[in-house]
């Protein structure tokens, strides 16, 4: 039987590929910051109870599978990551000082439902660097 969680009153299993991309697609995310945004994604993930399942990062941008309860909309879920997660890279990382107007993602994402194809997926975002 499948991995199902539990709420009050809900069974559940959603699970979303989702990809997001770099302000502008300027490649900025690779060596030591490649790491710490991953920290900073997987920190911000456990804070909303959300289970990061898979991830991966590229120069441009960024691949998750995450599994995301129905109490939360995939919109709202993914606005909190990429709001929080470009004001942490920009005082972290970036060190900017100011603290309005900070973006580091574009805008918007692209998200599909896994179902049945988990496996696949995580092994597709897995596999993004690696020569075909």
């Not at 069974?11 to 790491?35: A, P």
């Not at 399942?53 to 606005?79: M, Q, R, W």
């Not at 179902?115 to 092994?123: C, N, R, V």
């Amino acid at each position: 039987m499948r991995d199902w969680k539990t709420l009050s009153h809900v069974k559940w299993e959603c699970k979303y590929h989702i990809v997001f991309v770099s302000k502008y697609r300027h490649k900025t995310i690779y060596g030591q910051i490649r790491k710490q945004i991953g920290g900073i994604i997987r920190n911000l993930c456990k804070q909303k109870g959300i289970e990061l399942l898979e991830g991966h990062a590229i120069s441009d941008h960024v691949h998750l599978c995450l599994s995301i309860p129905p109490k939360f909309s995939v919109s709202n879920t993914i606005g909190f990551i990429k709001g929080k997660s470009a004001i942490r890279i920009h005082r972290e990382l970036l060190g900017t000082k100011r603290m309005t107007g900070l973006s580091f993602w574009a805008t918007g994402y692209c998200v599909s439902t896994i179902g049945l194809d988990e496996e696949t997926i995580k092994k597709y975002i897995r596999d993004q660097n690696s020569p075909k």
